[in-house]
């Protein structure tokens, strides 16, 4: 009857500073110098194409795969917090970034359904969770249900909007 009162407190992990990273702290490949700008990376849908281009750079290259097997949860943190920004500009809802084990203990229609220990995109006003740094691991990991994180965005935007 009084479960509500029990409820734990959603704590707050934002990540648009990491997402910056993308374009703020960028390798000296020439392609990265190029692409990865501030300019290029302005969290619109459209330029997710460029976190795809490098993706697949990184997992198709030498140079690629070494940085990846070094750093990987340097990678899944920056690309993922990037189109998770993506996603929370482009859809007209009130999605935050939560640890996700704070969404876990507050939101009782996600108790045990989902398994992250990563920060989510949370709805308080919908109780919807939003997994961007899962999917870029499943994606990175080369077993993700989408082809690309565009094609991800593209559905999650429209299944939240």
């Known amino acids: 009857m009084f479960g509500f009162l029990y409820r734990t407190k959603l704590i707050k992990d934002d990540l648009k500073g990491i997402a910056k990273f993308m374009y703020l ?24 194409r460029y976190i795809d281009e490098y993706i697949y750079r990184l997992l198709n290259t030498d140079y690629g795969t070494e940085l990846l097997d070094k750093h990987f949860d340097n990678f ?7 189109i998770g920004e993506v ?11 939560y640890e996700s084990g704070s969404v876990r203990n507050y939101s009782s229609d996600f108790d045990g359904t989902f398994n992250t220990t990563q920060t989510v995109l949370y709805s308080k006003k919908r109780d919807i969770v939003i997994l961007p740094l899962d999917v870029v691991v499943q994606f990175l ?3 993700s ?17």
């Not at 249900?145 to 909007?161: A, D, F, G, Q, W």
């Open 25 to 48: 702290d960028v390798s000296e490949d020439s392609w990265d110098q190029e692409n990865l700008t501030k300019t290029n990376l302005d969290f619109t849908i459209e330029s997710v």
């Open 145 to 161: 249900p989408y082809t690309s994180l565009l094609s991800y965005v593209e559905v999650t935007i429209k299944e939240n909007s």
């Open 87 to 97: 996603i929370k500009n482009n859809v007209n809802e009130d999605f935050y970034w």
């Open 76 to 82: 899944m943190v920056r690309i993922g917090a990037y």
């Open 141 to 143: 990991k080369g077993n």
